[in-house]
């Protein structure tokens, strides 16, 4: 295994870590597009390159998409900036 393979697995890893642990949603949505970019460049690295293109298209921006309508249409996003607001004025 190559040094690029352990470095790319190893940021696979930690993005799957990051969108568990993700208290904001949209960032969780952020962190899993990379995550499926990441994997898009695996697929590359592996010489599969129908596999590439199908998991940036489905993964990164399709299933993306589809979350931050999702996110917007429940008002997930407006309802955490409101939070970040008043954190940010209870701290003054």
């Excluded at 969780?28 to 597009?33: E, G, L, R, Y």
């Excluded at 998409?65 to 940010?88: V, Y």
Aim: proline residues 1%; negative net charge; hydrophobic residues 55%.
């Amino acid at each position: 295994m190559s040094v690029l393979e352990c470095i790319l697995c190893s940021f696979l890893i930690l993005c799957a870590i990051a969108v568990c642990l993700s208290r904001n949603l949209l960032v969780a949505v952020i962190i899993q597009m990379a995550y499926s970019m990441i994997m898009s460049v695996i697929w590359i690295i592996l010489q599969s390159p129908d596999l590439a293109i199908t998991e940036a298209a489905v993964g990164a921006g399709i299933t993306g998409l589809l979350f931050l309508i999702t996110l917007r249409k429940i008002n997930a996003m407006d309802d955490e900036k409101l939070e970040e607001n008043e954190e940010d004025n209870s701290d003054e």
